[in-house]
């Protein structure tokens, strides 16, 4: 838990969020109320929501930016993939499936910079993961794509890597 009663106002957040294939949208949004809550964080604090290039599309990610009225913006799993250092849970079974050893975590770290903590480490629902970081989400990142719109070529791993039993990472 952080406090957010700084000087400076609220503490700027990252919640990084993973997620099955066409999870409820009211599934990720409880998941990441209950983040929050962890973190101890108001709402208010949060800066934008990441997570892996190829749920860019995703209506529940998707919904949950709205939900929050925040960006949504993806990573590529290289660029997930270099934050595994920082993981508190890397997985290897994550990795097979996406190319990097975490989602939620690698996002949230990767969208608050070099200088970004986590705080909440990956929770989970039935169908999704989130976690937040401490740090404010910087625009000019430069393998930042905007969720929004984007297709999922985006990233290098094909979609064969997200078969039927795919996990939430």
Do not use: W
Not at 6 to 20: D, F, I, M
Not at 123 to 148: C, L, M, N, Q
């Amino acid at each position: 838990m952080i406090d957010l009663d700084t000087e400076a106002g609220l503490v700027p957040l990252v919640l990084g969020l993973g997620c099955e294939r066409g999870a409820q949208c009211d599934e990720i949004i409880r998941l990441a109320e209950e983040a929050l809550m962890v973190a101890g964080a108001d709402r208010r604090s949060l800066t934008c929501i990441a997570s892996l290039d190829t749920r860019a599309t995703e209506p529940a990610m998707i919904a949950a930016a709205a939900h929050f009225s925040v960006p949504f913006r993806v990573f590529t799993a290289a660029t997930l993939e270099a934050e595994s250092s920082r993981l508190e849970n890397p997985s290897d079974i994550v990795f097979a499936l996406t190319g990097c050893h975490g989602v939620a975590e690698a996002a949230a770290l990767a969208a608050a910079g070099k200088t970004g903590a986590l705080i909440v480490p990956k929770i989970k629902s039935a169908h999704a993961t989130a976690a937040v970081a401490r740090g404010a989400f910087i625009e000019s990142t430069p393998d930042v794509v905007a969720g929004r719109g984007q297709n999922e070529s985006v990233s290098s791993h094909s979609a064969s890597a997200y078969a039927a039993s795919e996990i939430a990472s």
